[in-house]
């Protein structure tokens, strides 16, 4: 079975800083696929960034990127020059055998 | 090209009342998902689909059924409705492989009296 964690419900930063959500997994499937979705108030769901797991190479996209540790199960998102348009709850989730399983999610504030 | 769409966008029923949930999608995606949104809780798979005519269960599938007989249809039915059903009901689909992404509708927030 696959399980996401999430272990920060809320979070906040600063405009124009920089903040990291973290995000644990546990997986028995070898080739496997990881995401970050976005859910603003609109409810509409974006996905944010993806990472193939047999890459070592972090995936960045513009000011996200994910700092990937496959020994330690951890897929944590980054955000530089956090913005207020960044204010949202994000989800980490895993993709393996047709599914997704999502993590809890954690609320971003941004502070002006 | 209206993505995955959802009706109704909001319904209130009567405990023991049924309905169904709509999900269509223009894009020719094989796969279809029904999630439920819980505060705290996350986004959990209740059933899905990895093409016409078949269905699988995802990790809450009690008190819910669903069909797949068009591709580019999942209907989402709730035979009794209950009031621990009360939540915000997603739509999604993707193409097959790995690394593509889930296009989600806009959700259905359903309240059970």
């Known amino acids: 079975a696959q399980t996401v964690t999430q272990s920060q419900p809320e979070m906040s930063v600063q405009e124009a800083e920089t903040v990291t959500l973290s995000c644990t997994y546990d997986?028995?499937?070898?080739?496997?696929?990881l995401f970050w979705y976005k859910q603003p108030p609109s409810r509409q769901m974006i996905l944010v960034i993806r990472q193939e797991a047999y890459k070592q190479q972090n995936a960045t996209e513009n000011r996200f990127s994910v700092n990937f540790q496959k020994a330690a199960k951890s897929f944590s998102l980054k955000i530089s020059d956090s913005q207020l348009g960044d204010a949202a709850m994000y989800f980490c989730?895993?993709?393996?055998?047709?599914?997704?399983?999502f993590g809890t999610g954690t609320r971003l504030k941004v502070l002006a | 090209n209206a993505g995955v769409t959802q009706t109704p966008k909001f319904r209130v029923l009567k405990t023991g009342q049924s309905m169904t949930l709509l999900c269509a999608q223009d894009m020719n995606h094989e796969y279809m998902y029904w999630y439920r949104q819980d505060p705290g809780m996350g986004l959990r798979l209740i059933h899905y689909?990895?093409?016409?005519?078949?269905?699988a269960k995802g990790e809450v599938p009690d008190g819910y059924n669903v069909s797949r007989l068009k591709k580019q249809n999942f209907l989402l039915g709730l035979e009794s409705a209950a009031p621990s059903q009360t939540s915000v009901y997603f739509c999604?689909?993707?193409?097959?492989?790995?690394?593509?992404?889930?296009?989600f509708g806009p959700g259905t927030r359903l309240t059970v009296t």
């Open positions: 989730a895993i993709w393996g055998t047709y599914k997704y399983i």
């Open positions: 999604a689909s993707r193409l097959t492989g790995p690394t593509y992404e889930q296009y």
């Open positions: 689909s990895v093409g016409e005519g078949t269905t």
């Open positions: 997986t028995s499937e070898s080739d496997y696929y």
